[in-house]
C-alpha cells in the first residue's frame, strides 16, 4: 500500500512563527503535493514538485515555500505564521503525470496559530 | 474555469435506505473523474478513478458511474459506517503535475 506520512498531526504555533510541515512517501512517487482543506472552500493546491528542487506553484501560494531535497520528502514553510493560515494541511504524492494517476493523501496536519 | 460542484451538500439516510451522490463538471477537456471518501480528521481515501462517460466501477455497496457532464456515486443498502465526506475531482489537464480540481463534497451520514 502506498502510504504518505505526515510527522505532525496536531500544532499550535504564534503569529509570526516559522513553522515546517515534513511529509514522507515509501513509494517512489515523483510528484508530491501541500493542499489546505477549509470547510466550504474544499481542497486548494498551494505548492507541488514533480521532481526533486523541482516546484511549482499552486492555486494559493502567498505565505507559503516548499522545499524538496529527496525524491521521498515535501516539506511546506509558513515564514511567518498568520492566523489566517490556520487550516488542515494535507500532504499527497503521485507516481507521474499524466492520465489517470491516483493521487494519495496523508493522513492531515491541523495547524493552529493563535 | 472548470469547476466542479457536488450535491446535495449533506445527506443523511436511514440504514438500508440507498442514494445517490452527484458530482457535475464544467471543464475544457476531462482525463480523469476521481472520488475520494473522507473521514473526520482524516486525509482523503482513494475510491474510484472513471475516464470515459458510460464507464462504471463498484466497490462493496458503491458505484460510481460516469456522463459527458457528471458523475453519480450510487450507495446500496448503506450502513452507518459508510458516514463520511465523500469528494470527488476532476484531472483537467493531461502531463500536468497539477493533476486535480476539487469539488466541496457531499458529507453523508447514515443513521442506525
Known amino acids: 500500500d502506498v502510504k504518505v506520512t505526515q510527522s505532525s498531526r496536531y500544532l499550535v504555533k504564534r503569529t509570526g512563527e516559522k513553522v515546517f510541515l515534513e511529509c514522507v512517501q515509501d513509494?517512489?512517487?515523483?510528484?508530491m503535493f501541500w493542499y489546505r482543506q477549509d470547510p466550504g472552500l474544499g481542497l486548494r493546491l498551494i505548492y507541488f514538485?514533480?521532481?526533486?528542487?523541482?516546484?511549482e506553484k499552486g492555486d494559493i501560494p502567498e505565505g507559503y515555500s516548499v522545499s524538496r531535497e529527496k525524491k521521498e520528502r515535501f516539506s511546506l514553510i509558513l515564514e511567518s505564521a498568520s492566523t489566517n493560515q490556520t487550516s488542515m494541511y494535507l500532504c499527497?504524492?503521485?507516481?507521474?503525470?499524466?492520465?489517470?494517476?491516483?493521487?494519495?493523501f496523508g493522513e492531515g496536519s491541523w495547524l493552529t496559530v493563535v | 474555469e472548470d469547476q466542479v460542484t457536488q450535491s446535495p451538500e449533506a445527506l443523511r439516510l436511514q440504514e438500508g435506505e440507498s442514494s445517490s451522490l452527484n458530482c457535475s463538471y464544467t471543464?475544457?477537456?476531462?482525463?480523469?473523474l476521481f472520488w475520494y471518501r473522507q473521514d473526520p480528521g482524516k486525509g482523503p481515501e482513494f475510491l474510484f478513478t472513471?475516464?470515459?462517460a458510460g464507464e462504471e466501477k463498484e466497490k462493496e455497496r458503491l458505484k460510481a458511474t460516469l456522463t459527458k457532464k457528471e458523475s453519480f456515486l450510487h450507495i446500496t443498502a448503506p450502513k452507518p459506517e459508510d458516514s463520511a465526506t465523500y469528494l470527488c475531482?476532476?484531472?483537467?489537464?493531461?502531463?500536468?503535475?497539477?493533476?486535480?480540481?476539487f469539488g466541496s463534497g457531499t458529507q453523508l451520514t447514515v443513521l442506525p
Open positions: 499527497a504524492s503521485s507516481l507521474r503525470q499524466g492520465l489517470g494517476n491516483t493521487i494519495y
Open positions: 513509494m517512489d512517487h515523483e510528484n
Open positions: 514538485s514533480y521532481d526533486v528542487k523541482m516546484k
Open positions: 471543464v475544457s477537456g476531462l482525463r480523469g
Open positions: 472513471l475516464y470515459s
Open positions: 475531482a476532476v484531472q483537467v489537464v493531461a502531463g500536468s503535475a497539477r493533476q486535480l480540481t
